[in-house]
């Protein structure tokens, strides 16, 4: 089975920290991503990676930053914290796709951010 | 451009009676299509997904869902609802058009299950 982990189930930061979140996957796939999602606004997407020490912008990555300097890790870097990213915090990985394969997004568990 | 509405924010049934989940997408080409299950405080599980070929989907938990292109629908069912199916449901869509961005999702903004005893 795909294992996607992420560092922390729950974190309490203030604003204008340093904020980062881990995600490691176990499955050797090229493509990881970072949602977040909000009550209401289903899951949006904040960057993904589709290798390393690649990165694109999603929907919405004001804010944020990544960095992927390893295949199976990629981070989420929020570089001063504000109160609005309070959020639940996603991340997915899926293998690269072959000739007439559709493959599937795995989710970790999710990390719930609260910024005081 | 591609996006998902789930219509119904919530959807309350009893026990034993069948559930239906809304989704409705729009995509530039074909879509493939995916639904999602997130239980509280959990990450999302991959329930089941429509790429092409028979409309009816079958998944885990003995979901399924139905793909209509014509009403451009792909609604979740469940034929008799159990209380452990009380979830928050995300459907999600692809452009099945290969491109650099191929494997971004666009998700509804998801619909809350309440299956009674």
């Known amino acids: 089975d795909v294992k996607v982990t992420q560092s922390s189930r729950y974190l309490v930061k203030r604003t204008g920290e340093k904020v980062f979140l881990e995600c490691v996957q176990d499955?050797?796939?090229?493509?990881m991503f970072w949602y977040r999602q909000d009550p209401g606004l289903g899951l949006r997407l904040i960057y993904f990676?589709?290798?390393?020490?690649?990165?694109e912008k999603g929907d919405i990555p004001e804010g944020y930053s990544v960095s992927r300097e390893k295949k199976e890790r990629f981070s989420l870097i929020l570089e001063s914290a504000s109160t609005n990213q309070t959020s639940m915090y996603l991340c997915?990985?899926?293998?690269?796709?072959?000739?007439?394969?559709?493959?599937?997004?795995?989710f970790g568990p999710g990390t719930r951010l609260t910024v005081l | 451009a591609q996006s998902v509405a789930q219509p119904e924010d919530q959807v309350n049934v009893a026990e034993g009676n069948p559930l239906t989940v809304k989704c409705t997408y729009s995509?530039?080409?074909?879509?493939?299509l995916f639904w999602y299950v997130q239980y509280p405080n959990r990450g999302l599980q991959f329930l089941l997904k429509?790429?092409?070929?028979?409309?009816l989907v079958k998944g885990s938990y003995g979901f399924e869902a139905e793909f209509n292109k014509s009403q451009t629908s792909f609604h979740l069912k469940k034929p008799s609802a159990l209380v452990s199916d009380s979830a928050l449901y995300f459907c999600?869509?692809?452009?099945?058009?290969?491109?650099?961005?191929?494997?971004?999702?666009?998700f509804g903004a998801g619909t809350t299950v309440t299956v009674r005893a």
């Open positions: 997915a990985s899926i293998l690269g796709g072959t000739s007439g394969r559709v493959n599937t997004q795995y």
């Open positions: 499955m050797d796939h090229e493509n």
């Open positions: 990676s589709y290798d390393v020490k690649m990165k």
């Open positions: 995509v530039s080409g074909n879509p493939y």
């Open positions: 429509y790429i092409t070929g028979d409309n």
């Open positions: 999600a869509v692809r452009d099945a058009r290969p491109s650099s961005n191929d494997y971004k999702l666009s």
